[in-house]
């Protein structure tokens, strides 16, 4: 599942024209979402999106279906998937992101209860 990213104007300010939103939702995160890779904390992987420009990831909403809800933002290395360097997900906070990079967004501890899903998200392009 791969989505395309978004990108911020020059100090730091988001251009409306490079930010990309992104809007999933469904009936059953265990039937419409992945399990995220190895090493990927989380129970589900949300998003993976392409980010071509430094700028900001910001999860706006979630319905998550699980005990506990810790969020986590991971990057595509030539190593595997490694923590962001601010890799602990909090709705409405801005989590910096590199271009050029693939990220990851996965939700999920304790158990998986398999329910409704959804998340509202920004990005740069």
Same mark, same amino acid.
């Given at each position: 599942?791969?989505?395309? *990213?978004?990108?911020? #104007? =020059?100090?730091?300010?988001?251009?409306? #024209? &490079? +930010? $990309?939103?992104?809007? %999933?939702?469904? &009936? &059953? #995160?265990c039937v419409d979402l992945p399990r995220p890779p190895e090493? /990927? =904390?989380?129970?589900?992987?949300? @998003?993976r999106v392409r980010i071509e420009h430094d700028g900001q990831? $910001? +999860?706006?909403?979630?319905?998550? =279906?699980?005990?506990?809800? =810790? *969020?986590? $933002?991971?990057?595509?290395?030539?190593?595997?998937? +490694? @923590?962001?360097? /601010?890799?602990?997900?909090?709705? %409405?906070?801005? /989590?910096? $992101?590199r271009g050029g990079s693939v990220y990851i967004i996965t939700?999920? *501890?304790?158990? &998986?209860?398999? *329910?409704?899903?959804?998340?509202?998200?920004?990005?740069?392009?």
């Amino acid at each position: 599942m791969l989505i395309a *990213g978004l990108s911020a #104007a =020059p100090g730091g300010q988001e251009n409306a #024209a &490079d +930010v $990309v939103t992104l809007a %999933r939702a469904g &009936d &059953d #995160a265990c039937v419409d979402l992945p399990r995220p890779p190895e090493g /990927v =904390p989380g129970l589900r992987e949300y @998003a993976r999106v392409r980010i071509e420009h430094d700028g900001q990831i $910001v +999860v706006t909403a979630a319905q998550l =279906p699980f005990t506990s809800n =810790p *969020g986590y $933002v991971y990057r595509q290395s030539e190593k595997g998937w +490694v @923590a962001n360097e /601010v890799d602990y997900l909090l709705l %409405r906070t801005p /989590v910096p $992101v590199r271009g050029g990079s693939v990220y990851i967004i996965t939700f999920g *501890g304790g158990e &998986d209860r398999c *329910g409704r899903w959804s998340i509202d998200a920004r990005h740069p392009r």
